[in-house]
Nanobody, 123 residues
């Protein structure tokens, strides 16, 4: 299984930007679809964005479409989540996850998870 480590979280004002990174170990990273999820206090974990193993296909939740961009660099075994025009409701712990199939939007479809990185957006 691939091991994942998120970074790049922090505190930002509303309207600001952050770029999260999901770094993976293992030489098979390029064969995994990667998803970003988030979990706010008292809420269920929700799908944010996903990218296919080649990067040719992406998917976004309606709440972030047009503001967030997912990308990957397989030479660096890293997936990025560029977050622009951040809103207070984007505050959550953000997780990346991996699976060996097409992009899925439910957390149970992913077998490998990182430890998460906190994103806090102040109003």
């Amino acid at each position: 299984q691939v091991q994942l480590v998120e970074s790049g979280g922090g505190l930002v004002q509303a309207g600001g930007s952050l770029r999260l990174s999901c770094a993976a170990s293992g030489r098979t990273f390029s064969t995994y679809t990667i998803g970003w999820f988030r979990q706010a206090p008292g809420k269920e974990r929700e799908f944010v964005a996903g990218i296919s193993w080649s990067g040719s296909r992406t998917d976004y939740s309606d709440s972030v479409k047009g503001r967030f961009t997912i990308s990957r660099d397989n030479t660096k075994s890293t997936v990025y989540l560029q977050m622009n025009s951040l809103k207070p409701e984007d505050t959550a712990v953000y997780y990346c996850a991996a699976r060996r199939a097409v992009i899925a939007t439910h957390e149970l479809d992913y077998g490998s998870w990182g430890q998460g990185t906190q994103v806090t957006v102040s109003s």
